[in-house]
């Protein structure tokens, strides 16, 4: 085989390496571009819920919130995720950060409703329960507590636990217990947002990265907390 030839050869394959990585890449962030644009339209239907005083009344002194667009039951019997959602933190000027994209999943998940999928907004109470999701995973009920928050007008924000969980399926604003639960970071979704690989603390503690597609949700969770 002459050089030439051998050349050409090397050179289509690292080509056609280069073009089946592409579909995977692109599916990645419009995974990514979705989850934020969901996430926003999932906390802006909760939060205006009457039933969810209490969510309403979390989020003025939460340090985070974790949201999740839909949550599959099926999922856990199937031994995949539960669901991809993102974690936004307040910083000392009151201001949010970038989402950071986690998975949330577990082999009982306690799903305390009829139905298949929910939509999941977890509010973080504390520090401690946004410093333990620097890590890789985080096991809730075990690395940190958690409780359903409580639903109904009047309902006050009164839970101490690190997280508290509210959730809406099919239309019902309901109690949900998502003990046991394991959070992870996304890292192939944070990888496609921002354009490079980047930790949960570069995105929101360091927040040395930003997406200007990212802005609706900030708003959206900057008005919640207010």
Do not use: H
Not at 65 to 72: H, K, S
Not at 92 to 121: C, H, I, K, R
Not at 135 to 156: C, R
Not at 180 to 203: H, M, Q
């Amino acid at each position: 085989m002459t050089l030439q030839r051998r050349t050409l050869l090397i050179s289509g394959a690292a080509l056609g390496c280069v073009m089946s990585m592409q579909p995977a890449l692109a599916s990645d962030a419009d995974d990514a571009r979705g989850t934020v644009d969901k996430a926003r339209v999932t906390l802006n239907e909760m939060v205006k819920a009457k039933d969810f005083d209490a969510l309403r009344a979390g989020l003025k002194s939460a340090k985070g919130v974790l949201i999740f667009p839909q949550v599959l039951k099926a999922g856990f019997f199937l031994g995949g995720s539960g669901g991809t959602g993102v974690l936004l933190v307040r910083g000392a000027d009151n201001a949010w950060s970038e989402p950071a994209f986690y998975t949330m999943g577990a082999v009982s998940f306690g799903l305390q409703f009829g139905g298949q999928a929910a939509e999941v907004v977890i509010v973080i109470n504390n520090q401690k329960g946004v410093d333990q999701l620097m890590t890789s995973s985080l096991k809730l009920g075990g690395d940190a507590s958690v409780a359903a928050g409580p639903v109904g007008v009047g309902q006050a924000a009164n839970v101490t636990a690190d997280f508290v969980s509210y959730a809406k399926a099919k239309g019902a604003f309901i109690g949900m217990s998502v003990e046991g639960s394991v959070l992870d970071v996304r890292e192939s979704l944070n990888k496609a947002y921002y354009g490079k690989s980047v930790t949960p603390i570069d995105i929101v503690v360091k927040r040395t990265v930003s997406n200007k597609q990212s802005a609706a949700l900030r708003s959206a969770v900057a008005q919640a907390s207010k």
